[in-house]
């Protein structure tokens, strides 16, 4: 490399840099913390896209965090349910076997009830389609993008011009 070029690629780099210094203070919308966190001080391509990195790795990793936690409430929320839902079985069974209509106790009053008599589907298919509601027709963003790469018109639709994008590998 020459002189001039090693000149050309460090003005590139601050430009690179300058721009994602002002993209970060767009996103953080007047968030001075959201800033200070994410430069650090930063005032480098490198060192920008360095600390870039990191947040990522730190924004996934909580991301995750986040979903694992989520079906862990999530699966705790069906085990409380069914549980509730067997505790009220066995009351009233119970209720049944004394020959109780009602109880009033501290914690509350529980009265036993009659249960209409509900549908049980033994072969959906034989239903007629009078007892299925319509639904909403739902776009296939995949098959539409493939038609589109593959060159067929589809009115209401055009294809993007693409773009870049980063992958990450970690060490």
Known sequence: MNAHSDVAKVQRELEAAKVLREQIAD?????E??????????????GIVRQLLGDIGMDEALAEGLKAYGEDLSARRERLANR?????????????????KTME???G?????????????TEE???PAEF??????????????????????VKGATLS??????RILRK
């Open 132 to 153: 299925f509601k319509p639904q909403p027709p739902k776009l296939d963003q995949t098959a539409l993008s493939a038609a589109l790469r593959e060159g067929r018109e």
């Open 161 to 166: 011009n693409g773009g870049s994008t980063i």
């Open 27 to 31: 996103l953080a919308q007047g968030d």
């Open 84 to 100: 509730a839902k067997l505790k009220r079985s066995l009351i009233c069974t119970a209720l049944e076997i004394a020959g109780r």
């Open 33 to 46: 913390e959201f800033i200070r966190d994410t430069l650090e001080g930063e005032l480098d391509f490198e």
């Open 109 to 121: 009053t529980v009265t036993l009830s009659a249960v209409k008599p509900k549908a049980i589907v």
């Open 125 to 127: 298919a034989d239903i």
């Open 105 to 107: 106790l501290d914690v």
